[in-house]
C-alpha cells in the first residue's frame, strides 16, 4: 500500500557556471496537478534568504569573523503597532558572536542587527542583483526572509556564490534550429569564430571569453561559500555532511513551520529543495529546513555526486586564509577543535581586537527603562 502524500514540494539542480537546468521536478505527480512548483510557486524563503544580508556585509568591508550581538532585539513600530521583536528558534542568546556563527547557525536576532548595520536598503539592492526578488521591501522583517521568490530564482542566486560572483540565467532549452538547420535561438551568446570549422586539423582548442557579468567580486563569493560550508560541517545543515564530498549550503524555515527549504551546491552542481503545502498550513511541530529539505538534498546529492571526484571549492587569488578560533574570530597559533581556516580579504585580517555591531534597537527588558540597546552608529565598542 502506499500514501498520496498531502505536502508538496520541488527540486531543482542545475550546472552553476552556465545556467543549464540539470534536473526538475514541480511536484509530486504531474497527473494530479500541472503547477510546477520550481518555476511557479512564490514562497518566503525563510532562513535560506540571510547569505544575501551577510553578502552585503562582506561587500561593505566587514569579515566573517566580525562580531555581532546577538541579544534581545525590539523595534518600536510607530503609534498604535505593535513592538516588533524577533527571536532566536532557540530563543536562546549567545551574546557576541562572529558573523561566521550567524550563517552556521542561523540566528536571527544577528542577521537583524547586521541589516540594520549595513542598512536594508544595500541588501535589497543585493538579493535584487542576484535575481532573488525584482524589488523588496525596505523593511528589516525582510532580512528573515520575509518576501517571497521561487525555488528557481533563490537557486540560481546561490549557484552565483561558487561560480565566483558571476550572473547566470537558469535555461531549459540550448539551441533551437529551423528546418534547414539554421541556429534561431542559441542560449550561449559567446563569440566564438574558430568554434565554425568544419573539421579538426589539430589546432587548439579555442578559447572562449567569459562575457557573464560580475555580481559581487570573487573574494566576497568565496567568504560566503566557506561560511556556508561551515553551515553544512557545524551547523544547521549538518545532515548534508553524510554525502562526503565538499557542500556548502543553507536551510530555511518560515514561520509555524510553513515552508521548508534547503539550498545548497557543490564546486559544480547547485540544487534546490523546497517543502511545503499548497494552500500554506504548518507541517508540524518542529519540521524544520534541516530536518525535512536537508534530507531531500542529501540523498539528492549523494546519488548525484556518486561517481564524481572529490573536488574542493576553488580559492580565489585575492584570498588570505588565517588560523582563528571559531567562537571569536581571534587569531590563532595553535590547532584544535574550535580552531578553522578563515577567509579574508587582503588588509582585512584579524588583529585580536574587533568592535561589536550591537544595531540600535529599542529594548524593554527589565532594568533597561525603553532606552537605545546601542549607539545609532550601529557600531558599538570593543569586545
Not at 547586521?114 to 542576484?130: H, K, N, Y
Not at 508540524?284 to 548525484?304: H, Q
Request: hydrophobic share 35%; charged share 20%.
Amino acid at each position: 500500500m502506499s500514501q498520496i502524500p498531502k505536502v508538496e514540494g520541488a527540486l531543482v539542480a542545475l550546472d552553476p557556471h552556465t545556467g543549464r537546468v540539470l534536473a526538475m521536478t514541480g511536484g509530486y505527480d504531474y497527473k494530479r496537478s500541472q503547477f510546477n512548483r520550481v518555476t511557479q510557486a512564490s514562497r518566503q524563503p525563510g532562513s535560506a534568504f540571510k547569505p544575501f544580508v551577510y553578502l552585503a556585509a562582506l561587500d561593505s568591508g566587514y569579515t566573517p569573523s566580525t562580531l555581532i550581538l546577538d541579544a534581545p532585539f525590539v523595534i518600536d513600530q510607530g503609534p498604535g503597532l505593535p513592538k516588533w521583536r524577533p527571536d532566536n528558534y532557540t530563543r536562546e542568546f549567545h551574546g557576541p558572536s562572529t558573523m561566521r556563527l550567524g550563517v552556521e547557525k542561523s540566528r536571527n536576532l544577528m542577521t537583524v542587527r547586521l541589516a540594520q548595520t549595513v542598512g536594508i536598503e544595500r541588501v535589497a539592492e543585493v538579493a535584487e542583483r542576484f535575481g532573488v526578488v525584482d524589488k523588496l521591501p525596505h523593511r528589516l522583517s525582510m532580512a528573515l526572509g520575509a518576501a517571497e521568490t521561487t525555488p528557481l530564482r533563490l537557486t540560481a542566486a546561490y549557484a552565483m556564490f561558487v561560480n565566483g560572483g558571476k550572473r547566470i540565467s537558469p535555461s531549459l532549452i540550448d539551441r533551437i534550429q529551423d528546418r534547414h538547420g539554421r541556429t534561431v535561438f542559441r542560449h550561449d551568446q559567446r563569440p566564438c569564430l574558430d568554434c565554425q570549422v568544419m573539421q579538426w586539423t589539430e589546432r587548439p582548442v579555442p578559447a572562449l571569453p567569459d562575457t557573464r557579468a560580475g555580481v559581487t567580486a570573487p573574494a566576497s563569493a568565496y567568504q560566503m561559500v566557506s561560511m556556508l560550508q561551515g553551515a553544512v560541517e557545524r551547523g544547521t545543515g549538518r545532515r548534508v555532511a553524510e554525502v562526503g564530498k565538499p557542500l556548502a549550503g543553507k536551510t530555511g524555515t518560515t514561520n509555524d513551520s510553513m515552508d521548508a527549504w534547503f539550498i545548497g551546491f557543490s564546486p559544480d552542481l547547485a540544487a534546490g529543495v523546497f517543502v511545503g503545502y499548497d494552500e500554506p498550513q504548518t507541517l508540524g511541530d518542529k519540521e524544520t529546513g534541516g530536518s525535512v529539505a536537508a534530507p531531500i538534498f542529501r540523498d539528492f546529492m549523494k546519488a548525484a555526486l556518486s561517481d564524481k571526484a572529490s573536488v574542493p571549492f576553488r580559492i580565489p587569488a585575492d584570498i588570505r586564509l588565517v588560523r582563528v578560533n571559531v567562537q571569536t574570530g581571534v587569531p590563532e597559533s595553535r590547532r584544535g577543535r574550535d580552531v578553522i581556516i578563515e577567509a579574508f580579504k587582503p588588509g582585512t585580517e584579524p588583529t585580536g581586537k574587533s568592535e561589536v555591531l550591537e544595531g540600535f534597537g529599542y529594548t524593554d527588558e527589565p532594568g533597561a527603562g525603553g532606552t537605545r540597546a546601542g549607539p545609532a552608529t550601529g557600531t558599538g565598542g570593543l569586545y
